[in-house]
């Protein structure tokens, strides 16, 4: 199976900062990443997908990065909106699986 | 609009069973692969298993906890997936959320989640 890992697991920023959220696989999964938004109480909803492809009406404050082993999801100007927790996930082999998750604070 | 609406969820003692369906709606089901992930309460995401469409003969894949007990199934002329869920465990409690697969194989819709709690 393909392990992805993300770090870190807690990020505290403040309105209009830029964070970034690193998903490492345990090994090469091309670009077949996606990148996933988790507000409490409701459904994931998908944020990228192919790595850095944006999801149609995400936006365009996230953007996504990477190939291979290692890929960063960037969001740039923090919106009280943000808050959440975000999951990476991989499509390249069976089992599909996701990372452990970064829950982001606003401060 | 896309809607995917989940139900059947409840309190199922160890070793029981339970049906999950799926309603969809606002798209072509009969397109799209389906999928179902599972949260165990304050945990993450866990992908349990996929049944993809006509074209591929309904072929599915499961993940490992749950190959052998879990079933999915579809209804194209329902516009309706399933999941039944046999032989449950404690460890099997979780909301249960089916999602589409879109045409890059990533989750672009999502149900509302169904809570599955298995105790006794």
């Known amino acids: 199976d393909i392990q992805l890992t993300q770090s870190p697991s807690f990020l505290s920023a403040s309105v209009r900062d830029r964070v970034s959220i690193t998903c490492r696989a345990s090994?090469?999964?091309?670009?077949?990443l996606a990148w996933y938004q988790q507000k409490p109480g409701k459904a994931p909803k998908l944020l990228i997908y192919?790595?850095?492809t944006l999801q149609s009406g995400v936006p365009s404050r996230f953007s996504g990065s990477g190939s291979g082993t290692e890929f960063i999801l960037t969001i740039r100007s923090l919106q009280p909106e943000d808050s959440a927790t975000y999951y990476c996930?991989?499509?390249?082999?069976?089992?599909?699986?996701f990372g452990q998750g970064t829950r982001l604070e606003i401060k | 609009e896309v809607q995917l609406v989940d139900s059947g969820g409840g309190l199922v003692q160890p070793g029981g069973s339970l049906r999950l369906s799926c309603a969809a709606s606002g798209f072509t089901f009969s397109d799209h692969y389906m999928d179902w992930v599972r949260q165990a309460p304050g945990k993450g995401l866990e992908w349990v298993g996929r049944i993809r469409k006509k074209a591929n003969s309904y072929t599915t894949e499961y993940a490992a906890s749950v190959k052998g007990r879990f079933t999915i199934s579809r209804d194209d002329s329902k516009n309706s997936l399933y999941l039944q869920m046999n032989s449950l465990k404690t460890e099997d409690t979780a909301v249960y959320y089916c999602?589409?697969?879109?045409?890059?194989?990533?989750?672009?819709?999502w149900g509302q989640g169904t809570l599955v709690t298995v105790s006794s």
């Open positions: 090994q090469g999964i091309s670009s077949d």
């Open positions: 996930q991989q499509r390249n082999s069976y089992p599909i699986t």
């Open positions: 192919a790595a850095s």
């Open positions: 999602a589409r697969a879109s045409g890059t194989f990533v989750f672009d819709y």
